[in-house]
Nanobody, 125 residues
């Protein structure tokens, strides 16, 4: 079973950058597409980005396209999220998850059912 630990969140001014990390335990990390999701206060968890097992394919939510970049290092069992040009509306708890269910699109949260504790990102205006 994969266990996940997110880190790298914090408080940043609008226009700033943060780099999130998601470290996974277990030897099966490289078998899974990995997604980042976020949940703002009072809102549903929403899709941010997903990366394929090899890292060769990615898919971004329109709201972050051109500002966020996902990457992974399978030798370190870690997936990263580089977030640039941050906006106050990016404020949320960010969580990573392996895509463990098929039959759903990459961005469909129903494909993901294993979550870490998340890391808080707060962007001030």
């Amino acid at each position: 079973q994969v266990q996940l630990v997110e880190s790298g969140g914090g408080l940043v001014q609008a226009g700033g950058s943060l780099r999130l990390s998601c470290a996974a335990s277990g030897r099966t990390f490289s078998r899974y597409d990995m997604g980042w999701f976020r949940q703002a206060p009072g809102k549903e968890r929403e899709f941010v980005v997903v990366i394929s097992t090899s890292g060769s394919s990615t898919s971004y939510a329109d709201s972050v396209k051109g500002r966020f970049t996902i990457s992974r290092d399978n030798s370190k069992n870690t997936v990263y999220l580089q977030m640039n040009s941050l906006k106050p509306e990016d404020t949320a708890v960010y969580s990573c998850a392996p895509r463990m269910k098929y039959g759903y699109s990459w961005s469909d949260i129903r494909a993901y059912n294993l979550w870490g504790q998340g890391t808080q990102v707060t962007v001030s205006s």
